[in-house]
């Protein structure tokens, strides 16, 4: 089998996501044949090193022998069962494991099967928390401008990517939407605290505004991924948790693309010193190995839910897959690595060294900006870098940088005009260095003409 046959036998069978098919006419699919730690094979011997994480998933590298070995103990024991009157082991283990990890008063743990689910869960469990307690007016939610959840109807109401929202508009549920603290347009005299706390007026006059018909302020902590790694301070953060307590509406932190190390601490949140009532994590949480997703939250809101059944206040919301005994088995398998390796720290020394290997791009007549929180670190490509004036979306710079990536044994995707490094934590600074250098090109072969 060569990539040509996988090639032919995908495009007559295989719909692929976040794709316009046509492009493949001229941009060809890489097919994957196996994963070894950072590096992706391909059938023709090529290989990639996986400097996006296949979508930010992966964590402690492809075939890890340490998850492997779990998932393989687990499929003689039990691949699945209902988790509606029955339950498993792994689910109760890695539940107290999530429980330990993450602050109080998060205590409770509800199942999904992606990250988009647990958005919808954690929005229809604050607006019935509210209603429960006997205030079902509160059927709002504010939302930051830039920011992704997912891309079912109900995410993207809380959502704003043009790009996947426009067509859908008329199908979805309005938010409040308020500008985002994206430290990129700060003023350049300004710090990234001085911004980010300048931006807050903004959410504070929707929370005064809006804050009677408002269940729940949804935000990606520190970092709009999807949007170009967009970044603001925790400082941010701090001020949305007070005001959210002072005008009663609750705070859901959507961790799915930062929890487990990405920016640096173990949760994003952490930074500013704040828990929100629904954290909500998946990616990470399997390392990369299988879809699962989950929404913590505190006692006090699975209290408002607890009550005999004829009440009807219970939260009748499932999915088939709900706590997957094979998947929770390979979250349990990464918490283990986090326990036993200091991932977080070898992490710390990983970033210093990515920032110093980009630093001589600061100079690059098209890098308008070089930001990073933890272990995502992200070029911002300009046309006119006194301006910060973007590059047309129409002209797809992006697409050279993970054209001439693809050829140097590399797998960049920019978002857009954003060329950006989100590795697996398996890296070795020799691999950062080499990355650092096909970014180097890909960004001078992008910005030609
Ligand atoms: N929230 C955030 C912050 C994300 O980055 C993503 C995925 N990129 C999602 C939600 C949706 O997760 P999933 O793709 O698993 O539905």
Redesign the pocket.
Known sequence: MSNRDVIARDLNAVWHPCTQMKDHEWLPLVPIKRGEGIWLHDFDGNRYLDAISS??VNLFGHANPRINAALKDQIDNLEHVILAGFSHEPVVELSERLVEITPAPLSRCFYTD????A?EVALKMSYHYWKNCGNPNKTKFITLTQS????TLG?LGVGDVALYKETYKPLLMEAVTVPSPDCFHRDPDMSWEQHSRRMFAHMEAALEAHAHETAAVIV?PLLQ??TGMRMYDPVYLELLREACDRHGVHLIA?E??TGFGRTGTLFACEQAGIVPDFLLL??GLTAGYL?L?VVLTSDHVYEAFYDDFATLRAFMHSHSYTGNPIACRAALATLDIFRDDDVIARNRALSAHMRRAVAHLEDHPHVGEIRQHGMVLAMEMVRDKSAQDPFPWQERRGIRVYQHALTREALLRPLGNVVYFMPPYVITEEQIDHLATVAAEGIDIATRD
């Open positions: 979508w930010w992606n990250g988009s689910s958005v992704y959840h997912g891309e995410t990606e991924c999807a959507d799915i693309a998946s990616k879809p997703a």
